[in-house]
């Protein structure tokens, strides 16, 4: 009986490969995707990436909308409270406070090795238009506030650090964010920043209002 082709050129299982790629996807994508979408982007039949939306969605890591958007699944968050747990536990008050007294989506965001992730978020309640930031989400770091201020910690001769970094309209069009160092205990290069829709805010301000929480949050970790 011939054996199910299975594994991939480095003896890994490449159906588990896919399955993983279609969350980077999801994940890393500044607009939501479709299956159609996920297809395209694989090189894969739309049946074979169709069965591995399926199994995902029964095990609660991918939520697909009435319009057939794939999100990140609440599993998912649920996984992601536990990656660097002292730091979701320090940073939920002061993020928290951020968000309401900006009026900003707050957030932190640390360097896994390849590029920028969001770890922890909160939006401002009491605010009719607010920019979800997902955690899990990843970005370069070479592009936005949040990644650049890592990019310093990482290579400060070629990259000297900033007080604070600004982007516009970088990541996602028509969105804005100030960002400041976040040098935590076990040096890990991170970031804390907010996120927002582009208008003339006092950056110089916002900046210090970040700089002063991430204090805060350093402080909490020792």
Do not use: C, K, W
């Not at 003896?11 to 297809?39: C, F």
């Not at 009491?126 to 970005?139: C, I, N, W, Y």
């Not at 069009?173 to 890990?188: E, F, I, K, Q, Y």
């Not at 290069?189 to 700089?211: F, K, Q, R």
């Amino acid at each position: 009986m011939a054996q199910e082709r299975t594994t991939g050129a480095d003896g890994g299982s490449q159906t588990l490969a896919r399955g993983l790629t279609v969350l980077a996807l999801i994940g890393e994508s500044p607009t939501p995707l479709t299956v159609a979408d996920l297809s395209a982007r694989m090189g894969l039949h739309r049946s074979m990436v169709y069965r591995l939306v399926r199994t995902l969605e029964a095990h609660g890591f991918v939520l697909r909308t009435p319009s057939g958007e794939l999100e990140l699944g609440v599993r998912l968050v649920a996984l992601a409270r536990n990656v660097a747990r002292a730091l979701h536990v320090a940073a939920a008050p002061v993020l928290a406070e951020l968000a309401d007294g900006l009026g900003m989506t707050a957030f932190v965001v640390a360097f896994d090795g390849e590029a920028a992730v969001t770890l922890s978020t909160a939006e401002p309640r009491g605010v009719d238009a607010t920019v979800a930031q997902r955690p899990g989400s990843r970005h370069s770091i070479d592009r936005g506030a949040p990644g650049r201020a890592i990019r310093s910690q990482l290579d400060p001769v070629a990259h000297p650090p900033r007080a604070f970094e600004v982007s516009s309209d970088e990541i996602i069009p028509g969105l804005s964010s100030v960002a400041v160092p976040l040098r935590v205990p076990d040096g890990t290069p991170s970031s804390l920043a907010v996120v927002y829709i582009t208008h003339d805010y006092e950056v110089d301000a916002i900046a210090a209002t970040l700089t002063a929480a991430a204090e805060r949050i350093v402080r909490a970790l020792r």
